[in-house]
């Protein structure tokens, strides 16, 4: 499980640096919802938004944010999978395909996702309170997280959709 894991890790550099995208879209669709969630003041202590109310306007970005990040996880994917012949063309494909899981694919999934899920929320509690610049830079490295998160799931993903391809081989 351990190789799993280190394997979902190091597909990382060579898809952000051959298709750039799948860094971009989530980290936009997160920078854009810091934007508003600033804009409420969720990171200034006692005086806004509390840290998980929620208002039309934060679940709308929020909506935006996870679209990108499921582009970012469907592209990253299909990047990886370069067998045409054998690649699910189809979202119904994919969801097939998905569904073929074992359990040791389900706890690499959550293996590689736990340090960059609670390094997301750590960084999001530390930002409140901070002065506008250095808020900025945490939240833009929490942008950073939930971009290589979404590039990560993308690479589970492909591996889980690889072995149940390979499982329907035999």
């Known amino acids: 499980m351990l190789a799993q894991i280190i394997t979902v890790y190091r597909r990382i550099p060579g898809v952000v640096a051959a298709l750039p995208l799948v860094m971009l879209l989530p980290l936009m669709g997160e920078g854009v919802q810091h934007i508003a969630e600033v804009w409420l003041g969720m990171f200034t202590p006692g005086d ?19 679209l990108s990040v499921f582009a970012s996880i469907i592209l990253t994917a299909r990047f990886l999978d370069r067998r045409p012949d054998r690649a ?7 969801i097939v395909a998905m569904n073929r899981y074992d359990l040791t694919g389900v706890l690499v999934l959550i293996a ?42 993308g690479s589970v993903a492909f591996s889980l959709a690889e072995k149940a391809s390979q499982a329907g081989d035999r």
């Open 48 to 66: 806004g938004l509390a840290a998980g109310r929620e208002t039309t306007i934060r679940l709308s970005f929020g909506g935006l944010k996870a």
């Open 88 to 94: 699910p063309t189809t979202l119904r494909q994919w």
């Open 112 to 153: 590689v996702i736990a340090v960059p899920f609670a390094a997301h929320h750590g960084l999001n509690a530390f930002a409140v309170g901070k002065p506008l610049i250095l808020m900025a830079l945490i939240l833009f490295a929490d942008s950073v997280v939930v971009g290589t998160l979404a590039v990560s799931l």
